[in-house]
């Protein structure tokens, strides 16, 4: 997700006050028995592992930011926390009513396609104002190979304005799980290493984040995903 300009600049581009559902802080049994069905198959068939769960906070605002090699990342990065999760999902998976319904209970919001980084920002801003947890991955997308580089913003730019903390999170494995392309997955071990959190960049004496804090503030979140990503790697063999 790329962002432009200071942490503030798209304030005047929000969605007017009660245009928006609030955000659900709450666990429905819909969302309780599909997080057990996941955290179950997640052991079960890739015996996944986790090291430095007590690195992330138990309360407020927290920006999980995984490397995303995998398909399967978005349900084993499940594993970090028991606190409620919430994703971003293209807006045509709600075009029936009842399974937007079926979505937002189990904490997915929508995002335009055609204004994506903009939606998508004001969206997560949301889920972290009301101090709840949000899965982005930095990377923007899944891609392949043992480098971290080239990080989208979002992720600094939503920590700046919201407060938020970021745990970086690397995940080794699966990838050989489930590659790029492939629909079926394979039954081989995913390890994940949490990460130190890393505190939002701090604002100008007038409220703003500069271009500079926010490169710097993804420079050290690059540095800290490669890191973990190598550990995790290393502990299961394969990417």
Do not use: C, W
Request: aromatic share 6%.
């Amino acid at each position: 997700m790329a962002v432009s300009g200071d942490a503030d600049r798209d304030r005047g581009a929000a969605t007017p006050p009660g245009d928006e559902p609030e955000v659900d802080t709450g666990t429905n049994p819909i969302y309780r028995f599909l997080r057990g069905l996941v955290h179950l198959v997640n052991r079960l068939a890739f015996r996944t592992t986790v090291e430095g769960v007590e690195l992330v906070p138990r309360e407020g605002p927290v920006i999980i930011a995984p490397v995303h090699r995998s398909f399967i990342d978005f349900f084993v990065a499940s594993e970090v926390t028991d606190r409620k999760l919430h994703y971003m999902a293209k807006d045509s998976l709600f075009a029936n009513p009842r399974f937007g319904r079926f979505l937002l209970s189990v904490g997915a919001f929508p995002v335009h396609r055609e204004s994506a980084d903009r939606e998508a920002l004001r969206r997560a801003q949301r889920v972290l104002d009301a101090g709840e947890v949000l899965v982005q991955f930095p990377e923007g997308e899944r891609r392949s190979g043992p480098v971290v580089g080239d990080l989208h913003e979002g992720v600094a730019f939503l920590a700046a304005r919201t407060g938020a903390t970021i745990v970086p999170v690397g995940i080794g494995g699966s990838a050989s799980v489930m590659p790029k392309g492939k629909k079926v997955p394979r039954p081989r071990r995913i390890h994940l290493v949490v990460g130190e959190p890393i505190a939002p960049a701090p604002r100008t004496g007038g409220g703003r984040v500069s271009r500079s804090g926010l490169r710097q503030m993804t420079d050290e979140l690059t540095a800290s995903i490669q890191e973990l990503y190598d550990r995790a790697v290393a502990s299961t063999g394969r990417y």
